[in-house]
């Protein structure tokens, strides 16, 4: 079972590359162009084309890539000639800081205000924390990004507004400047998850073993944390797995707005060089994360579940 | 009491000298534009052109009026026909890393850019420089391959800048110069760091040290300056200055340029090889409207011609809407029913969409139906300036002499509405080798006037540039960023 998850993991790997090429091949230009604007006519361009063996065709370029991506050699960046290993680590550092940063202040509070909200349903607590979830989801991110620098660093002048520290500081200089974009990926991502844990309790609030419970005349807070908690926050496990891949891939436009020097805005930057190289490096590694951590959580969902281990047990 | 005062005024001393020492850091924001092919190299495509201002000098610089002044040159003549120059330099100057600034190091920057092999976008500049030749350790000879009167005016361009002799395979990060700041360190995606350089030849400057930041998204860099993260922010648009005006903390310079944007019409295909066509192409625009619609009244009008508002040979020129004439010039040119045009516009430059829909409207009232295409930003430079009939453009400043051989020469590279007069040429090669300013003037002017009859190129306007800065900046010169004297800058 779990050689079979792996080997499709790694054809979805595989199918993100030869999208994420195709894509970038399509659009008009390239890393010649971009770099010369202007100056992209007769001897320069086919100079730099030479250069980057951007005259070769699509095929033979996806082939010596991949070839060499399989051996752990991601390439050189097109414009820069740097080893692109080099230049993304120190990217992927900050992502993971945000992600992290994220999921440690996201994770417990969903959780909290979720049963907060099921155990209290229909009560001021409820709606108000439901609301506030609706509106969390539903803002683009860009635009509670910029309320919040508008408050906190303009208004309030509590934090810095936008991120100046160069990629490859050291972590402790990336505060206070983390704290902002951090706080906007929490808003989203407790508002995902807490939906999610709200209705699931809800649900197991009225199943058949809640009722008996309360029946038998167990006592309300032992039923909550003996029954309830444990099948009720089972499900929200894949839920928090693809709130953190999403981290991962989508704070491309939260980097953007805060100028976080992360793997998002190295995204959009390489795209508009038309660097194609580190294109293809990022969504490698952003689509192995989402394989990876969608595989855990179906493993760890698989372990604390009894009912899904007999189950396989069964058929295998 | 006596020695009270005495020691006030003692206080008093020591604190105005304290004040006159640098102190305090003054940040700005870059766009990134090379990405990681950012340079220190001045001549490079990649170079950083707000490090390199700061950290290297010109021979020749502008002055406040745009006029030539000097910099590493101290004075300058030319012979007869002003086809040999000789430079005397500044002495007793010396560059970051110790070494004496002399003429082999000019011999050397210049040459270099002049070398083929360097591919630099700047060699076009001075393509007229035939040698550069050392006459003695301070005094420098220039032989071009023509008579050229205003040559100082060239070597102001903002990339010629002087590094010392053979640097060439370093300079690209260590940005050696002998100018007002020294770089500490150079990362152009993250924090670049600039100190004074106390040796600095006009005097120690303002401030202690410069932070020159990558801020790629134009939202964040505003951000940055409203947070006071920056200190400077140069080109905002006329909304944001509403922003910035309501507020105590913030100062705005408004900074007229000769940096423009407009439509063009390839003068070499149907309809628009008759020049008649061209004309009423440009009679039908209403420019004031195009500068309040467009540029919400941030710019100075232009009658076609790519010669800024302050420079020292702009033609003054009346350009009213005339959409009747228009109509006759159409009819008389066999288009009495007025004709239709694609226009392709791309987002590319912000204005281009909006200013392309006002001339749609204006053009309609004399029977021309313009309709705009949508082209995607990317690739627009190599796939439709320059390939499609009718596109949009956009130029900076540059000196008259240099704006109208660059873009209408009939041989110029970058002749983007393929405009070929031999008239026009000539004036130009005539003003070049006229030594006498007037008479010269008369030329450039003559040569614009000659554009507003038959070019195929519609300049509606001259952009004044917006620049804010935190209300703790003092000493920030009002001129372009090509003149500001960064050494004289403070900070609160």
Redesign the interface.
Known sequence: MLLRRLGLGAITVWLVSVIIFAGVEMLPGDACTAFLEREAKGKLLENCREDLGLNRSALTRYVDWAGSALQGDLGVSANGQKQISEMVGYRLRNTLLLAFGAMVVGIPLALFLGVVAALWRDRPVDIFVSTSAIFAMTIPEFVSATLLILVFSVWLGWVPGIVLTSANAPLVEFFPEVMLPIGVLTLVMTAHILRTVRSSVIETLASDYAQMATLKGVPYWQIVFRHILPNALLPTINVVALTIAWLLGGVVVIETVFNYPGLGRMMIDSISDRDLPVTQAIALIIASVYVIVNLAADIMTMLANPRLRTVHLRQG | MKTTLGVASTLIIMASIVVAEPSGTFRQAHE?G????SSLDPIS?GRVFQITEKVMSRLVRPDMEGRPSPDLAVSWSANEDATVWTLKLREGVTFHDGSTFGSEDVVYSLERVLDPEM?S?ARSAIAMINTVEAIDEHTIQLTLDGSFADLPLLLMDYRLRMIPEDAGDTIATTGVGTGPFMVESF?A???TKLVANMDYFEGAPGVEKM?I?G???G???L??L????IDMERGITAQQRVMLAGSDNFKVQTIPTGNWRGLIFRTDVEPFNDVRVRKALRMVADRQAMVDLVMGGGAVVACDSPVGPTDQYRAEMECPQDIEGAKALLAEAGFPDGLDIDLHVATLEPTWPVLAEVYQKHAAEAGIRINIVQV?S??Y???V?MQKDAVTTRWNERPADQALNEIYLSTA??NESYYKDADFDAILSQARSELDFDARRALYVQAQEHLFDTAGTLIPYHVTRLVGTTARVNNLDAVENNAVRWNLITVD
Do not use: F, H, M, Y
Request: avoid cysteine; glycine fraction near 18%.
């Open positions: 990134v090379s990405g990681s092919g495509k591919d976008p990362d995606e993250g924090t932070e930041i801020i790629t998204d939202q964040a860099r951000q940055a409203l947070g006071g993260q995607p990317d690739g430079w190599n796939e300036w590279k970058w």
